[in-house]
């Protein structure tokens, strides 16, 4: 899984970029002010709806048990933090430079909007949200693998078996619940 992880974070970072500069001719400083206009308190609200986002951190409780230098644990975990949090931190701030506050409040998918946005002529792809959906494939993948692993983990050790059988186990059980959701919007009620 770590080499796997290791090809798809370049192809990531790239693409990130990738979107990152090209949205930057239709970015408009304006759609960014005032910042923090209403006050810390809408920003607080805020975190609720957002830190699922930010689940994953804890498989690097997990991972730093792995390690062959346990010493170095400390620094992996906020470089590990850091890069996603820098990640969404340039992802907000460019999809609300490019279409404001008011139009990402409405969007389902506001960072697909965003490569909507902007063309580019010449181009090899026409339609280069393809090209994002293809990439966001990619860290699903690598998120439903790590954390499908610490899970099979997780209850291998709590039973004190193999974890092999536990891999297996879990697939019926999470096809199960991926299969609740009937709509988008029951989906978005699951994730909360």
Not at 15 to 24: C, H
């Amino acid at each position: 899984m770590a080499r796997l992880f290791e090809i798809i974070l370049p192809i990531t970072v790239v693409t990130f970029f990738l979107v990152a500069f090209m949205s930057l001719k239709i970015f408009e400083i304006d759609n960014l002010r005032p910042v923090l206009g209403l006050g810390v308190e809408p920003v607080l609200k805020g975190i609720k709806t957002t830190s699922l986002s930010y689940s994953g951190f804890e498989i690097m409780l997990i991972v730093t048990a792995f390690m062959k230098e346990p010493k170095k644990a400390v620094k992996t975990v906020l470089v590990g933090i850091g890069f996603p949090l820098l990640f969404y931190l340039t992802t907000v701030v460019i999809v609300i430079g490019v279409l404001s506050v008011d139009a990402v409040i409405i969007k389902t998918w506001p960072t697909v909007d965003l490569i909507r946005a902007f063309e580019v002529p010449g181009i090899v792809f026409e339609r280069f949200e393809s090209f994002l959906f293809a990439v966001w494939i990619l860290q699903f993948f690598a998120s439903y693998t790590i954390m499908h692993y610490a899970a099979a983990l997780g209850l291998a050790q709590l039973f004190k078996k193999q974890d092999h059988p536990f891999v297996y186990g879990l697939l019926p059980v999470i096809y199960i619940i991926a299969m609740f959701p009937k709509n988008l919007n029951d989906l978005f009620k699951l994730g909360i």
